[in-house]
C-alpha cells in the first residue's frame, strides 16, 4: 500500500457525504530506513534549526540516531529529552518542553509515540511551527490526528494541537518495539471494529455526521491488521507495517470527518475511565491501546447480549422516571474523585437524561431496533473471535490481567457521561437495562 498516495485520493473530489476530506498531512513515509530521509525532509521545508523531543527510552530507540544524521548532514538543532521513560500526558509535561524549547528553532520533530507525539503536537501549535514525528512504536492512532490526549486536572481531555506534517515510520524502529506496544497498537486498531458500529449506530438514533466512506477506510485498514496479526508476535516487517499503517489511517479518518468517531467508541471511554482514577487514586494502569483491547473484548460481550434484549418501552419510560441523577453524581464523584467534576458540569449543559429527550430517543430506537441489531452484527464480531485474536498474539483479555481491579459496572456507566457522544452505555441506559446488563 502506497499511504500517502492511497490517503490523497479522497482530496480529489466532494465525498457522498457532503464534506470535502482534505488530507493535511505533507508526506508519510514507511518504509525500512525512513529516517535516513530526514535530512531531505528538513530541507524541503526550508527548516534552519530543528527542535528534537524525547524521553529516555525514545531516544536511545531512534533519538541517537535521529540527531547522528542531522549531524552528518551538517544540519543545526537543539534537543531536550526528558530524564525519564515515564511520562504522565499532563500540564507538568507540557510546561516542562515549552520551557525548554530553544526559541531560534524554526522546526519541532518528535521522536517517540504516544505521549511524546501528545506533547509534540501541543509544543508545535503553540510554538506556531512545522511538525515531524518519527515514530518509535505502532502502539496508538494519534499520529496523524489534530488532537492530544491529555490529563488536565484529573480528567482525560481531547485538546486540539497540531497535525503533524511529516509522518516517519521506520521499520527497522518500529519492529524493535516492546511487545507490550506492539499488541497495544493492534489493541487500538481492534477497537475500530467497536466505534464504526457505535457511529453508525449514533447516526441513526441521534442524526449525527456519518461518512461511510471514512468508515470503510477504517475496515479496509483493520482488516489488514488482522490478517497479518500472526506475524506480529515474530516482528514480521509487513505485519508491523500493516499495524502502523492502520494506526495512522485512523488519525487520519478522524481528521477526515472531524470527530474521533471513526477511531474511537465506548472501549476508549472504558480506558479513559481507568486513566482517571489512576490519576486520582494511584491505581493500576496500562498503556492505553492494551486497556483499548480489554474494553474491545468487553464491549463485544455486551454487545451480544444488547442483541438477545427485546426492548420494552414501558420498561425504558418507568427507568428513566426513576433514575436518581443526584445520587448517580455522588457515586460519580466517590469513583472518579474531582474528575467527575467536569462529567457533572457537562449534564448541566448537555442534559442527556431529560424525560423528554429520553423518549424522543427511544421511540427512534424501538422503531429502528432491527436496523440496530443489524449494524452490530454487521460490525462487531463475536467476542470469541475478539478472544482469538488476543491469545493470537498474547495480549491481555480481562481487566484481571492487566491489574485493573474496580467495579465493571460502574465504569460502564460512567462512560456514558465522560463525553457528549452517543455509545453503548447510553443505548443500554435508554432501554432502561444498563443494571442487569
Not at 485538546?159 to 493492534?186: E, F, H, T, W, Y
Not at 455509545?423 to 435508554?430: F, P, Y
Request: hydrophobic share 45%.
Amino acid at each position: 500500500m502506497e499511504i500517502e498516495k492511497y490517503l490523497k485520493e479522497f482530496e480529489k473530489e466532494t465525498c457522498a457525504c457532503g464534506r470535502r476530506h482534505l488530507f493535511t498531512v505533507s508526506r508519510v513515509i514507511v518504509e525500512k530506513g525512513a529516517i535516513e530521509k530526514l535530512p531531505n525532509l528538513i530541507q524541503e521545508a526550508a527548516s534552519k534549526k530543528a527542535f528534537i523531543l524525547a524521553d529516555k527510552n525514545t531516544f536511545i530507540a531512534a533519538g541517537e540516531r535521529v540527531c547522528a544524521i542531522l549531524n552528518n548532514a551538517g544540519i543545526h538543532y537543539a534537543q531536550y529529552v526528558f530524564p525519564t521513560g515515564e511520562i504522565e500526558p499532563d500540564e507538568k509535561a507540557v510546561g516542562s518542553a515549552i520551557m525548554n524549547f530553544d526559541p531560534s528553532c524554526d522546526l519541532v520533530i518528535a521522536v517517540g509515540s504516544g505521549v511524546i507525539n501528545d506533547i509534540g503536537k501541543i509544543l508545535a501549535n503553540t510554538a506556531k511551527l512545522p511538525y515531524f514525528i518519527v515514530g518509535t512504536a505502532p502502539s496508538m492512532d494519534g499520529y496523524a490526528s489534530a488532537t492530544s490526549s491529555m490529563s488536565i486536572d484529573g480528567l482525560k481531555v481531547s485538546l486540539p494541537s497540531k497535525c503533524a506534517d511529516v509522518i516517519i515510520g521506520d521499520i527497522d524502529v518500529l519492529k524493535n518495539a516492546p511487545m507490550r506496544m506492539l499488541q497495544a497498537g493492534l489493541g487500538d486498531m481492534l477497537a475500530k471494529h467497536i466505534s464504526i458500529a457505535e457511529w453508525r449506530i449514533a447516526n441513526e438514533i441521534t442524526g449525527e455526521y456519518y461518512c461511510e466512506r471514512v468508515a470503510e477506510l477504517i475496515r479496509t485498514a483493520l482488516k489488514r491488521c488482522v490478517e497479518n496479526a500472526d506475524g506480529l508476535l515474530k516482528r514480521e516487517e509487513e505485519a508491523v507495517k500493516a499495524v502502523f499503517e492502520g494506526l495512522v489511517i485512523g488519525g487520519v479518518a478522524m481528521a477526515f470527518a472531524g470527530v474521533s468517531r471513526p477511531a474511537s467508541g465506548v472501549e476508549h471511554y472504558f480506558s479513559h475511565i481507568w486513566d482517571m482514577r489512576g490519576l486520582a487514586f494511584g491505581t493500576k494502569v496500562d498503556l492505553h491501546g492494551i486497556q483499548c483491547a480489554v474494553a474491545t473484548n468487553i464491549a463485544a460481550g455486551l454487545y451480544e447480549k444488547v442483541l438477545k434484549t427485546k426492548p420494552d418501552k414501558e420498561k425504558a419510560l418507568a427507568y428513566a422516571k426513576a433514575f436518581d441523577y443526584q445520587a448517580w453524581a455522588k457515586e460519580l464523584k466517590a469513583f472518579l474523585g474531582t474528575g467527575a467534576d467536569v462529567m457533572i458540569a457537562l449534564e448541566e449543559k448537555e442534559q442527556k437524561y431529560s424525560i423528554e429527550k429520553h423518549e424522543d430517543r427511544l421511540n427512534i430506537i424501538l422503531e429502528k431496533w432491527e436496523k440496530l441489531c443489524g449494524i452490530i452484527r454487521e460490525e462487531i464480531p463475536a467476542q470469541k473471535e475478539i478472544e482469538r485474536i488476543l491469545e493470537k498474539i498474547g495480549a491481555p483479555k480481562t481487566a484481571k490481567e492487566i491489574g485493573i481491579d474496580c467495579d465493571l459496572s460502574i465504569t460502564l456507566k460512567a462512560t456514558k457521561d465522560i463525553r457528549d457522544k452517543y455509545v453503548l452505555s447510553r443505548l443500554l441506559w435508554d432501554l432502561g437495562v444498563i443494571d442487569e446488563i
